[in-house]
């Protein structure tokens, strides 16, 4: 499975940014897909996943203000994000679940000025 994330970008704090990330290769019986991001001086954490089932949870930091979706081929992953923060700014890497795998994209990067 390759994913490809897009999106990321340069945004004023209160803005606004949409990422997306297709997967390719194996696709078939994806399972969770999300959202991490990495933030200078700290660890990887989970922004926003979403099972198959369309459970969904979110980091504290992000309830309300953003949203992850599925396209219904379950190829595509979204990450609408509102009322952006500078502490948002990051990479965001987007995963997938695969038959106990996970995949990473290669990470776009998310600038939100003060």
């Known amino acids: 499975v390759q994913l490809q994330a897009s999106g990321g970008g340069l945004a004023q704090s209160g803005g606004r940014l949409r990422l997306s990330c297709v997967a390719s290769g194996m696709t078939s019986g994806m399972q969770d897909m999300g959202w991490y991001r990495q933030t200078p001086g700290k660890s990887r954490e989970m922004v926003a996943r979403?099972?198959?089932?369309?459970?969904?949870e979110y980091a504290d930091s992000v309830k309300g203000r953003f949203t992850i979706s599925r396209d219904s081929t379950d190829t595509k992953v979204f990450l609408e994000m509102l009322r952006l923060k500078p502490e948002d700014t990051g990479v965001y890497y987007c995963?997938?679940?695969?038959?106990?795998?996970?995949?990473w994209g290669q990470g776009t990067e998310v600038t939100v000025s003060s």
């Open positions: 995963y997938a679940e695969r038959a106990m795998h996970d995949f």
């Open positions: 979403m099972t198959f089932s369309g459970w969904k």
